[in-house]
């Protein structure tokens, strides 16, 4: 969700209440032609009576407070998946959200097709220790059922004091049952891009991306300036739920010399905004492979898109999310505020991201490859020596003590922070293929030249 702050503050019930029926004209004249003042005028009234109603017949005391909050949230639950109304509590907690630490799993969520849905468990988060995968349904948190509840409500429970435990009940692709999965929660804190080169691939650099967070375009230039023999560019957004929009164009902006990046379109004329390239310390010519899955989402969604619209990637993995649209934080006095879902997102070419995604140039599912090295592949040369230099090795070689083994672990561990080996590529049948065909666009390039 990309979060701006717009003032609209009302006064006392009447203008809460009058603030209710715009918003519930709006969604009428999304499914039909614009409300008249008379048909205004009568919901308005049919609003007020059943409240009345409310008020005078049912079986308990009731606040009208209380009554208006909860016909705020269904009204704006029922506008789309995205839309909410926060009350004092719920703005507090979206507050400490976004200050960037808090006690949580690591998931990012959304509705899709109704169901509360993970987009992409965060890299090195309790959820992905504990197994959660992108496209997991969320039955159950803990106790809870998650039918009928929205976004907000989810992540308001799956939040907590760091150290607790939860319980997520999931259904998962061609799994037989339910799974259920225990997580510990903890302070969330997301280191946003991971660079890493590849093993017997010279001049490929691979940056992980994880999220767009203030400081992606100034982490993805230092790495690309510290490796400064880059021959061409593996971009991994699998699994990145998306973030900050200004980070997402400036990261294309990157790549791109000029024209629109990403446009938004509203009902609002203030909501439509066309986002440029520019030419100052732009590189054209480095090929990049954009890595996604069904865990690309929004800010990760534009940048493959926009970089696919240009030519100036290629684009491989798995059909995105396809959450395309933008929210906007709007406070009602000083305690509560709307999430409101003002504007869609589209890409250079004019399609839409909302509920399609992007379409990968060359799809890869995710798996590994078998591989086999067949120790008995010899050459004639190797022939006359072969058996004899085995059995010296039986002979001579000592065996490995356990404090050797350690040593030996915690070096290729420490080297894999830095390095993808050809046994992790193997593990990794999409990031395979795109270092395969990074490697046979440089080499084509190198031909062009």
């Known amino acids: 969700m990309i979060k701006k702050s717009k003032k609209i503050i009302f006064a006392g019930l009447v203008s809460t209440l009058t603030a209710a029926y715009l918003f519930g004209s709006f969604a009428q004249a999304q499914e039909t032609k614009e409300s008249t003042a008379k048909e205004k005028l009568e919901a308005y009234i049919k609003f007020t009576q059943i409240l009345n109603v409310i008020e005078k017949e049912y079986v308990d005391e009731v606040n009208t407070s209380t009554l208006v909050d909860k016909a705020l949230k269904g009204l704006m639950t029922n506008l789309d998946a995205h839309s909410n109304y926060m009350d ?22 959304g509705m899709k097709d109704g169901a509360l849905t993970v987009i992409a468990p965060l890299e090195g988060t309790p959820a992905m220790k504990a197994g959660v995968k992108a496209g997991d349904i969320i039955l159950k948190i803990d106790d809870k059922a998650t039918i009928g509840m ?15 435990d939860i319980l997520l009940t999931i259904v998962r692709k061609k799994e037989p049952k339910p799974l259920r999965i225990k997580i510990t929660r903890d302070i969330i804190k997301i280191d946003s891009v991971y660079d890493k080169t590849i093993q017997d691939a010279d001049g490929i650099l691979y940056l992980h991306i994880t999220s767009f967070d203030q400081k992606v375009v100034e982490s993805v ?18 699994n990145n739920p998306g973030g900050l929009l200004d980070q997402a164009t400036g990261l294309v902006d990157m790549f791109v010399e000029e024209g629109v ?16 390239a520019t ?14 899955n069904g865990g690309s989402a929004s ?90 230099n085995e059995l010296e090795k ?37 990031l395979k293929s795109a270092v395969d065909i990074l490697k046979a666009l440089i080499i084509t390039q190198k031909g062009t030249k």
């Not at 004092?88 to 690591?106: A, D, I, M, N, P």
């Not at 230039?221 to 957004?237: C, F, S």
């Not at 990046?261 to 066309?274: A, H, L, M, P, Y």
């Open 221 to 238: 230039k230092k790495a690309i300036a510290e490796h400064n023999n880059t021959r061409g560019i593996i971009m991994d957004l699998r």
């Open 150 to 164: 929205n976004i907000d409500e989810a992540v308001k429970l799956m939040r907590g004091k760091p150290g607790t």
């Open 394 to 430: 039986i002979d001579t070689e000592a065996p490995k003590t356990e404090k050797a083994n350690n040593n030996e672990k915690s070096n290729a561990a420490e080297e894999n922070k830095t390095l993808i080996t050809e046994k992790m590529l193997y593990d990794d049948a999409q």
């Open 279 to 292: 030419p100052k310390g732009t590189d054209t010519h480095t090929p990049i492979i954009v890595l996604v």
């Open 299 to 388: 800010a990760s969604e534009i940048v493959a898109g926009a970089l696919q619209d240009f030519k100036r990637a290629v684009v491989v993995g798995e059909k995105t999310f396809g959450k395309g649209s933008v929210q906007v934080v709007m406070p009602i006095g000083k305690d509560e505020a709307l999430k409101l879902t003002v504007a869609r997102y589209y890409l250079p070419s004019g399609r839409t991201i909302q509920a399609k995604g992007v379409t990968p140039d060359i799809i890869v599912h995710l798996g590994k490859i078998d591989y086999t090295d067949d120790p008995v592949l010899l050459k004639e040369k190797d022939l006359k020596k072969h058996l004899e």
């Open 261 to 276: 990046i990403v446009s938004q379109k509203g009902k609002s004329r203030f909501e439509n905004v066309e986002y440029k």
């Open 88 to 109: 004092r509590k719920s703005y507090k907690e979206l507050t400490v959200q976004t200050k960037g630490e808090f006690g949580g799993l690591g998931i990012s969520v």
